[in-house]
């Protein structure tokens, strides 16, 4: 949780202690760095929702209103983060400062997403940093979305609200929606997302033509306009993802059981100076990692590569 | 006193160098303004007859001819204009409700002309339509909340909801209805060739069916009008779509209406009633009275066309267009037509046509809010007609919410069209608004045909351009993106109502 | 040799007002503008096509510049040939007697009498020497079509 002052802290805490058994409740730890301004109260809770939960809704479903709740109606509060076996860690300032702000030292993880940026649009203020994240989906995008109006009014036909004032939180919420409650497989989802150009549709064979005629048709206001690569992720896998004409570069490689993925291939070198592969995924082709604690191994792509 | 004091709304003049005497303007005009003095070997012109129609002036080989308007003259009176004298002259000459055509002619503000359309700078690339695929395919129908998918092990994806009936329009621009007898088959022709050459679809209006257009059935949406003129089931299984109209923006509240000066042999063969009859249609449908009557029609008439067809209502937009649209909705509409003040119409009441209804602006905004609110939003699409001039119109009008758009004007314009609201005489010298076989000649429908396609055609280019300045390059991101609008010179609550930011203000 | 070109009248675009007639005798004195022509030009020749009206059936008529004409074989001079070039019926001015049998041969009506000067037969030649036939152009509703006719 972003807090801005101790009044939010309580008013946001009572409304969480309405709906949640509050089982853990503390300061996320941090250490002091000279080039990291605090502005905010940073904390975190880890509860539990069996009993609140209401008959029709899922737990997921329930988290999901709880954050929208708070994003919208509670001032002074915002929900980085609401996912299990997952943390979010978002600030102003250079990475290599929030990363030292934050003790990321001390974690130890299987996926991880990181980013960087010079906002634009928006005055950067610590909510607006990427990844954004809703239940254990976080995104990380580089790009502009400027079909944000309508995915905006989209989505909120579906329940969700945008508070965050910056366009990835669309592409959380659009994830989702299309992966969690409709249970579309994240190659199915680039498809949504990232659609293909009519052209191509009308020379497929008839069942895939009508597959992606009734995709664009009835998900058209999901389509992500704009220059974008994005990574989502969650707890078991990794997507990245280029809009349809390629306007944001990204990059992929693999080593052993390893996938990488960044803007530049100099960002995947740092990490792993020798990868066994190297590639750059065509326009609206998603490439896709997952955990072999999942499903057995598969690093699965579409496209002439691997 | 008795005489005629009605000034004449236009005069003809003539450059007596550049006027050789042809008398072309004099064979044509079916006024019967031209007359030749052979003692003085001119052309001169009876003003009063001349409607204003550029007629003669297009037909001169020689440009010799300019028709001006009128100044008819009087001491400045902010609220008393001289069209207001000349329309009480008219009614204490007659005693009639005075008669008119196409569109509401009032400077409201038509705003339109108050919103502005975003660029991408910097941030955000636009995009070069000449490079990039631009992609303004629309599909208009019914669509599904969530799409059941299976997806296999193997990869294999299968739909395994059935989609319901779609129209296709590689243009999101379709013309609007105009029957059979308000306008010629010339010119009705025009437009079906025009709709089928770019791929989009026409009207065939409530005048019925006649058999020259049964060729069209894949461009064609047929009209179930109040007077279910030539309605039988193989009437609606002639189309690719069923449209029953509710109202028209022109007139809201009162039926359709052709002069029986229009009413001819064949006329009278295709509507199925007596040459030279007005043919009035009543104002509701006398079969809907209430909205589950509506439901119980639409219903009908899927039934009978087995449900392989989209059936739209066309509402006209009035003050509670938002809660009628969502009734139309939920009583099984898949589509729904929004007419606005300014659309256009054969005949119909000044008075109506000037003061009843609202701007399609308003009426779009609301109606897409208020079906997103009840999160019915996809069970129908939107269709926007009155008063689209341009592509910028168009593009204004999808990013306020609409699926496509209907022109009716702007595409009898194309035909050769001067809005001299004379329609209702069905004397039009252009060969559209008549039924006299000696003025529809003058339609070719090969050129007509030919300019109509052309229209829709530099329209879409246009689309594409601005889209690329947005950078956008499919349609559906552009349809209800409120954020590409920005309102100039508009009240809070205006800007409130159409759901856009003003001018300066960013995300 | 057959025709090469014909035109083609489409009644059902005629409105009858006679701009193919105006055109014609313009085309016939080459110098263009329509102004100059009516105001400058004294002795204007007369059309080459006539419009026919009945009611509101209306279309121009000119030569129909016939596989087999009637008017070739009635010349007894020889004045009327087939252009080789454009495959026009044209006749000679200068081998012309006017004997007219060409004028009653004519199914179409459509060589007249011509007697400003010499006593010869006239005809619409579809422009053998501009190109585009002036009534062609000057039609504001493309009711005449010229044709090019394959064998």
Wanted: proline share 5%; aromatic share 8%.
């Amino acid at each position: 949780m972003l807090y801005d002052s101790d009044l939010d802290k309580k008013n946001a805490e009572e409304y969480i202690k309405d709906h949640y058994e509050i089982i853990e409740s503390e300061p996320i730890p941090t250490r002091k760095n000279p080039h990291i301004k605090e502005v905010h109260i940073l904390w975190r809770y880890f509860f539990e929702a069996k009993t609140y939960i209401p008959e029709d809704m899922s737990e997921e479903d329930f988290v999901v209103s709880t954050v929208m709740f708070i994003n919208e109606k509670i001032n002074g509060a915002f929900v980085m983060s609401s996912g299990k076996n997952m943390g979010v860690f978002k600030g102003v300032g250079f990475p290599e400062d929030i990363a030292d702000f934050y003790r990321i030292d001390e974690y130890k993880g299987y996926i991880w997403t990181a980013h960087n940026r010079f906002p634009t649009n928006t005055v950067g203020w610590w909510g607006g940093a990427h990844p954004f994240g809703i239940l254990d989906w976080t995104v990380v995008h580089n790009g502009e979305i400027s079909s944000y109006g309508i995915n905006r009014r989209f989505l909120e036909a579906y329940g969700y609200k945008c508070t965050l004032m910056t366009d990835t939180e669309v592409v959380a919420y659009l994830v989702d929606l299309f992966m969690r409650r409709f249970g579309y497989s994240p190659q199915l989802t680039a498809k949504i997302l990232a659609a293909p150009l009519w052209k191509d549709i009308d020379l497929m064979p008839e069942e895939e033509r009508k597959l992606y005629t009734a995709l664009r048709m009835n998900y058209g206001g999901a389509l992500l306009n704009g220059p974008f690569a994005i990574i989502v992720a969650n707890n078991n896998m990794m997507m990245g993802l280029n809009d349809r004409i390629k306007l944001r570069p990204l990059v992929a490689a693999t080593k052993d059981d390893f996938l990488y993925i960044a803007s530049e291939e100099s960002a995947i070198r740092v990490v792993c100076p020798e990868p066994d592969e190297v590639w750059a995924p065509k326009a609206g082709d998603p490439v896709v990692g997952v955990l072999k604690s999942a499903r057995k191994t598969q690093v699965v792509l579409e496209g002439e590569n691997g | 006193m008795a005489k005629r004091k009605v000034p004449p709304e236009f005069v003809v003049e003539r450059d007596d160098y550049k006027c050789i005497r042809c008398l072309a303007c004099v064979r044509v005009c079916s006024y019967g303004a031209n007359f030749y003095d052979e003692n003085a070997n001119r052309v001169y012109t009876e003003n009063t007859k001349c409607v204003g129609c550029h007629f003669c002036e297009a037909i001169c080989p020689t440009e010799a001819i300019t028709v001006r308007k009128n100044d008819f003259d009087i001491r400045p009176l902010a609220h008393w204009t001289p069209e207001h004298l000349i329309g009480i002259m008219k009614q204490a000459e007659t005693g009639g409700v005075l008669l008119t055509s196409m569109g509401n002619d009032r400077p409201y503000f038509s705003y339109f002309d108050r919103i502005v359309l975003n660029a991408s700078q910097v941030t955000n690339p636009s995009i070069d339509p000449l490079r990039e695929p631009m992609e303004i395919r629309t599909y208009i129908g019914r669509k599904e909340e969530k799409l059941e998918i299976e997806e296999d092990e193997d990869g294999t994806v299968k739909l395994k909801t059935e989609i319901a009936p779609q129209l296709k329009l590689e243009v999101p621009v379709m013309f609007t209805a105009m029957s059979y007898g308000s306008i010629s088959l010339n010119a009705i022709l025009s437009l079906a060739r025009a709709a089928r050459t770019v791929g989009t679809f026409f009207n065939t209006g409530e005048g019925g069916l006649p058999k020259e257009l049964r060729e069209f059935k894949d461009n064609m949406i047929v009209q179930v009008a109040s007077g279910r003129f030539g309605v039988s089931a193989d009437y609606l299984n002639a189309g690719s779509a069923v449209e029953i109209k509710i109202g028209q923006g022109a007139k809201p509240g009162i039926g359709g209406h052709l002069p029986g000066e229009k009413v001819t042999e064949p006329i009278s063969e295709t509507r199925m009633i007596p040459v030279g009859t007005d043919a009035l249609s009543p104002a509701p449908h006398h079969d809907i009275y209430s909205i589950e009557d509506l439901r119980q029609l639409i219903y009908a008439i899927k039934e009978a066309t087995r449900y392989e067809k989209p059936v739209g209502v066309k509402i006209a937009a009035v003050h509670n267009v938002a809660p009628i649209a969502a009734g139309a909705v939920r009583a099984g509409a898949d589509y729904i037509v929004i007419d606005g003040i300014r659309g256009g119409t054969g005949a119909a009441p000044k008075i109506t046509r000037d003061h009843v209804g609202i701007p399609i602006e308003f009426a779009v905004a609301v109606v897409d809010q208020r079906l997103r609110e009840e999160g019915i939003r996809h069970m129908a699409s939107i269709v926007v007609a009155g008063g689209i001039r341009n592509s910028a119109d168009v593009i204004k009008a999808i990013a306020l919410g609409a699926d496509a758009v209907y022109i009716g004007t702007a595409a009898l314009i194309s035909l050769g069209c001067h809005l001299c609201q004379t329609c209702y005489l069905g004397k039009c010298n252009w060969g559209i608004a008549t039924q006299d076989p000696k003025l529809t000649k003058r339609l070719n429908p090969e050129i007509g045909a030919r300019r109509a396609a052309n229209l829709l055609r530099a329209w879409a280019h246009e689309i594409k351009e601005i889209l690329g300045g947005m950078g956008i390059n499919a349609i559906e991101s552009l349809r209800g993106n409120r954020e590409v609008l920005r309102g100039v010179g508009l009240h809070e609550y205006e800007l409130k109502l159409l759901g856009i930011k003003p001018a300066g203000e960013a995300w | 040799m057959i025709a090469v070109r014909r035109i083609l009248i489409r009644e059902e675009y005629c409105m009858g007002c006679k701009l193919c007639e105006i055109n014609c005798v313009a085309a016939q004195v080459e110098t263009g503008n329509l102004i100059k022509v009516y105001r400058y030009v004294p002795e204007l020749p007369e059309p080459n096509v006539i419009v026919e009206e009945h009611d509101y059936v209306t279309f121009a008529l000119q030569c129909r510049n016939c596989d087999d004409p009637s008017c070739l074989k009635a010349c007894m001079t020889g004045a009327m040939h087939r252009d080789p070039k454009t495959g026009a019926i044209r006749v000679n001015q200068e081998k012309c007697v006017g004997c007219w049998m060409c004028v009653m041969a004519c199914p179409f009506g459509v060589i007249r009498r011509n007697t400003k000067e010499k006593k010869v037969a006239s005809k619409c030649d579809l422009c053998a020497d501009r190109g585009t036939p002036g009534c062609v152009e000057g039609c504001p509703n493309e009711a005449l079509v010229l044709v090019e006719v394959r064998e």
